[in-house]
């Protein structure tokens, strides 16, 4: 049997190899990229990209990244000391040596996905509060916690990151979608993912390239639906992850979105997370959320000592408040009080009280007249209002002893 293609004139014939960028088709199954290209329809730029022994790329194009990248964004590998990692990333093989966060786990190499032996994944409803038995087990990842089986001591990692999904908030509205993405993402971040908010962003082109001219760099503008084909409608989730670091262990926003971002370069998103990624990013340390099932030892050892802080401060102020109430004026009437009063109005009312001792011929009474007396009560007050009363009383007895010798 033979089989013929017919091809329309002045039309080339069909082509099943899709190349690009100048590359040609041989065999109708294979590409050969022209210089400075790769891939298997030679769709990407050597400038950003690297190829391994099974013909997969990971570009750094695919990574949307913003004018002013953090080295997550430009380069997620930058913190990796093998060189030959990059080449090695998702070829199928485990290399133990990229197996680290710094080498972005290997491309997933040596993980086994523990989801994958969840019977009951697709009734597990990951982004609500509700405890189901069915679900509260390690290869369901304990239900994201919703039973509270992690208590929050275990936890011992916690941050938040922007994850840039492409599509809008209709797209994504689906609950099973959801409950897949956060479902896929805890198991490949050994965490307990919650999305505390979402919203539709877009991102647009920026003036600013790449040192080789050749990426291009993007900027968000929130709230805004794209009307032309320079933007790009993503869903900007922020979500909080709370890790026990039981099986691998990403201790940072920052390493977390390396990971990621790895996986978007190597167009792997669809396939491991069920959604495709433009980008991740490192969120705020004040948005990240505290873990389901309890506080975690870190929250409780601040809290204790933040306890313990302000009760040995309430008891110096009340102490020091204690020793100036003690060492403050004492009005009672003591007998070293009695004394000092004693004396001192001994003193101030000597030219009042010596007349009484006299004999009552003397004609000295008569020369202390009332006004005298009211002139020295005047200019000496008293300190305390109870001597008022004391001097008033030997004044009024002064008086009578006047009236009746007169």
Request: aromatic share 6%.
């Amino acid at each position: 049997t033979t089989t013929t293609t017919t091809t329309t004139p002045g039309r080339p014939p069909p082509r099943h190899c899709d190349c690009q960028n100048g590359g040609t088709c041989v065999g109708g199954k294979e590409c050969v990229c022209t210089l400075g290209f790769i891939g298997r329809h030679c769709e990407s730029s050597v400038d950003t990209s690297v190829e391994n022994a099974r013909g997969n790329v990971t570009d750094l194009s695919h990574i949307y990244s913003p004018s002013r990248a953090a080295p997550s964004h430009t380069n997620p590998w930058h913190g990796c000391d093998q060189t030959r990692c990059r080449t090695l990333f998702g070829d199928g093989e485990c290399n133990p040596e990229c197996n680290t966060a710094p080498c972005l786990f290997d491309g997933d190499d040596c993980f086994i996905p523990r989801v994958s032996r969840c019977r009951s994944f697709d009734i597990c409803d990951f982004t609500d509060d509700t405890c189901d038995e069915e679900c509260n087990n390690a290869d369901c990842m304990w239900d994201n916690n919703a039973c509270g089986s992690v208590m929050g001591e275990e936890i011992v990692v916690e941050y938040s990151l922007h994850v840039y999904i492409h599509g809008t908030e209709d797209d994504f509205a689906s609950r099973h979608q959801r409950s897949t993405f956060v479902g896929r993402l805890s198991d490949r971040l050994d965490a307990f993912v919650t999305i505390q908010k979402l919203h539709t962003v877009t991102l647009y082109p920026s003036s600013s390239t790449s040192s080789s001219g050749n990426r291009r760099r993007w900027s968000r503008r929130n709230n805004k639906v794209a009307s032309d084909s320079s933007g790009v409608d993503v869903v900007d989730a922020v979500l909080g992850v709370s890790s026990t670091c039981s099986r691998r262990c990403l201790r940072s926003g920052e390493e977390a979105s390396s990971y990621l971002n790895s996986l978007i370069a190597g167009g792997a998103t669809k396939s491991a997370l069920g959604v495709e990624l433009a980008l991740v990013e490192e969120g705020s340390s004040t948005s990240t959320s505290g873990p389901k099932g309890g506080m975690t030892l870190e929250g409780i050892v601040v809290t204790v000592v933040g306890v313990v802080v302000f009760v040995v401060l309430v008891a110096i102020v009340v102490q020091r408040s204690g020793k100036r109430h003690f060492s403050a004026p004492i009005h009672d009437d003591d007998d070293h009080s009695r004394t000092k009063r004693s004396k001192l109005f001994s003193r101030r009312t000597t030219a009042a009280v010596a007349p009484i001792e006299m004999d009552s011929t003397s004609s000295s009474v008569a020369d202390i007249g009332t006004n005298d007396i009211r002139e020295t009560a005047v200019d000496h007050p008293p300190p305390y209002t109870h001597r008022n009363s004391i001097q008033g009383s030997i004044i009024s007895s002064v008086l009578q002893q006047q009236q009746q010798q007169q």
